[in-house]
C-alpha cells in the first residue's frame, strides 16, 4: 500500500476505507466456495464409502475363491459344505452391493466406477470360477449383471478382465488336479482333465484375438494380464506333459511346482 | 467348453465403444484447436495496455464463440451417453474453455454475460448460461459442467492473472497488479475453505499460494517505490 498513514497508536491508516468494497465480492466468493466445499465433502464421503465396500467385497471374493479350490471335482455339483460356505459369502456380497446403491443414483454410477470395478471384477473372478466347476462353462456377461442389482455397473471390460482371472484359478485348480492323482494307471489324463487344458488353450487364443484400440481404457491392464493369462496356460499344458509321460513315475503326493515360470516344475 | 459367442459379443462391445470415442475425440479435436487460438488471443493481454484491450477482446470473443459452437456439438453427442464414462476426453478443453473464458471476462471482456457488474469473474451458473449447458448435475445423467473443471479452470485463471500482474507493471500499469492481488487473494481465501483429498484439485490447488506470492511480490515492490496510483488500490 502506498503512503502508509497511520494513527497514534501505528495501526494503519490507508487499509480502512478499502475494506468496504473489498469485502462485497469477497463474502460472495467465500458464499460460493462454501457450497462447493459441502459438495466435495459429500463427493469425498461417497468415493470414501465405495472404496471400503469395493474392497469388503473384493476380501470376500477371494475367500469364495479359496473354499472352491479345495474342490477336486468338475463338471458336477458342489459338495454341501462348500455350497454352504460359499452361499453365506455371495449372500454378504450382494447385501454389500445393495448398500452401495445409494451412492449410484443417476450419473454417479459411472461417476464411481472405477471404485467399484475392482470389486466387480473380483467377485466376476469368483462367481465364473463357481460356475465353470459346476457346469464346466463360461458364465456369459447377462448371467452376471442378472446376480447383481441393476444401478451395479458391469461392463464388458469388467468382466473380460475377471474372464483373465478366472484363467489363473483354472490354471492353479488343474495343476492340483492333475497331480491328485487321478491318473489311472495307464498313465492317461481323464476326460475332464483333458477338458480343463483344452478350455484353457480355447480362452488363451479367443483372448489373443480380441483386438483393442490403443485409445481404449482396457489397454491400461491388458497387457499384463494378457502376460500371466499366456503362463497359466502354459503352466497346466507343461503339468499335463508331465503328467502323461511320468504319471506313472512319480511318487505318491508329488506336486507341480507352480512357483517355475520358465523352468518346469520338476 | 468355451463359448466363442461371449468373446465375439465382447470385442462388439470393445469395437462400439471404439466409435464413440473416435466421434467425440474428432470433436474435441476441434475444440482443442479453437482453444489454442482462443489462447494465443487473450495472451497478447501481456503485451497490450488496458485502454487498446478492446480489439483483443473482441477477437478472442469470437474465438470462444467457435468453441461455444464445438461445445454444443459435444453436449448433442455426449448426452446419449452415461456422462462420467466418458468425460476424460473433453475434460481437459473444457477446462481450459472455461479459464479462458475467465479470463476474458476478468479483463472486461463478455460484459453482456455477467449477471453482476461489479463480479470480476463468472460464477458456475454464469458460464453454463454462456455455455448453453447445465452445471453440477446430481441426478441427471447428462452432460454438464462439474464443480471441479470450474475449479480447475479458476486455478488456470489464477496461474494467468499472477503472470499477467508481471507484465501489467512492464506496460507501465501500476494499478492492475493491485486488482489482481486482491482478486486472486479472494479466491485463494475461497480455495482454503475446501477440504481437499488427494486429488488433481488438490495438487493444482497447492499452486496457488505461489501464484499469490508472486503478485504480492510485485505490490510490494510498487507500493514500497510508492509507483501505486491513490485511490486504486481497492478497485
Known amino acids: 500500500m502506498a503512503g502508509t498513514k497511520r494513527t497514534w497508536d501505528g495501526k494503519q491508516l490507508s487499509l480502512q476505507p478499502t475494506n468496504p468494497t473489498m469485502t462485497e465480492p469477497s463474502t460472495q466468493i467465500l458464499s460460493i466456495f462454501e457450497t462447493f466445499r459441502n459438495e466435495l465433502d459429500e463427493h469425498h464421503d461417497r468415493r470414501e464409502r465405495l472404496t471400503k465396500i469395493s474392497r469388503d467385497i473384493t476380501a470376500l471374493s477371494k475367500k469364495i475363491i479359496f473354499s472352491l479350490q479345495r474342490i477336486r471335482k468338475i463338471n458336477a455339483p458342489l459338495p454341501p459344505h462348500i455350497t454352504t460356505e460359499t452361499q453365506t459369502r455371495f449372500t454378504q456380497i450382494q447385501s454389500l452391493f445393495n448398500s452401495a446403491l445409494p451412492d449410484l443414483t443417476g450419473p454417479n454410477n459411472w461417476r464411481y466406477q472405477r471404485q467399484l470395478s475392482g470389486a466387480v471384477q473380483e467377485f466376476i473372478e469368483a462367481l465364473s470360477f463357481h460356475h465353470y466347476l459346476q457346469w464346466q462353462r463360461l458364465i456369459s456377461l447377462r448371467e452376471v449383471v442378472a446376480k447383481l442389482p441393476a444401478e451395479v455397473l458391469v461392463t464388458g471390460d469388467d468382466y473380460l478382465l475377471g474372464l483373465f482371472d478366472l484363467t489363473g484359478e483354472m490354471m492353479r485348480f488343474a495343476v492340483t488336479a492333475l497331480s491328485a492323482g487321478s491318473v489311472e494307471g495307464t498313465g492317461g489324463l481323464s476326460g475332464e482333465q483333458v477338458g480343463i487344458v483344452v478350455d484353457l488353450r480355447e480362452m488363451r ?61 520338476y | 467348453m468355451i463359448d466363442r459367442t461371449i468373446f465375439e459379443s465382447l470385442q462388439s462391445k470393445i469395437d462400439e465403444e471404439a466409435a464413440v470415442r473416435d466421434e467425440l475425440h474428432e470433436i474435441v479435436q476441434t475444440l482443442a484447436r479453437n482453444g489454442r487460438s482462443t489462447t494465443a488471443i487473450l495472451s497478447r493481454a501481456h503485451s497490450t495496455p488496458s485502454d487498446q484491450l478492446k480489439p483483443v477482446l473482441d477477437e478472442a470473443t469470437r474465438e470462444i464463440l467457435a468453441q461455444k459452437e464445438q461445445v454444443t456439438r459435444l453436449k448433442a453427442l455426449a448426452d446419449k451417453h452415461p456422462f462420467y464414462k466418458y468425460n476424460a476426453v473433453w475434460t481437459r478443453e473444457l477446462q481450459n474453455l472455461v479459464s479462458s473464458i475467465e479470463i476474458c471476462a476478468w479483463l472486461g471482456g463478455l460484459e453482456e454475460y455477467k449477471c453482476n457488474d461489479s463480479a470480476s469473474f463468472l460464477t458456475i451458473e454464469e458460464v453454463g448460461k454462456f455455455l448453453d449447458i447445465p452445471v453440477n448435475l446430481k441426478e441427471q445423467d447428462v452432460f454438464h459442467l462439474t464443480i471441479e473443471e470450474y475449479l480447475l479452470a479458476l486455478i488456470s485463471m489464477i496461474e494467468e492473472l499472477s503472470r499477467l500482474a508481471v507484465n501489467s507493471v512492464t506496460l507501465g500499469d501500476y494499478a492492475r497488479p493491485v486488482q489482481i492481488g486482491n482478486f486472486i487473494k479472494d479466491l485463494f481465501a475461497g480455495f482454503q475453505l475446501l477440504n481437499l483429498k488427494n486429488d488433481i484439485l488438490r495438487k493444482r490447488s497447492d499452486g496457488i499460494k505461489y501464484s499469490v506470492k508472486k503478485v504480492e511480490d510485485v505490490v510490494y515492490d510498487l507500493s514500497l517505490r510508492k509507483l501505486i496510483p491513490k485511490g486504486n488500490d481497492a478497485a
Do not use: C, I, N
Request: glycine share 16%.
Open chain 1, 205 to 265: 487364443s479367443l483372448f489373443e484375438a480380441l483386438s483393442v484400440p490403443p485409445t481404449h481404457g482396457l489397454m491400461r491392464d491388458l497387457g499384463k494380464k494378457m502376460e500371466v493369462m499366456q503362463g497359466s496356460v502354459e503352466k497346466v499344458e507343461r503339468a499335463a506333459y508331465g503328467v502323461l509321460v511320468r504319471g506313472s513315475e512319480r511318487p505318491v503326493g508329488w506336486m507341480p511346482d507352480l512357483s517355475g515360470g520358465d523352468v518346469g516344475g
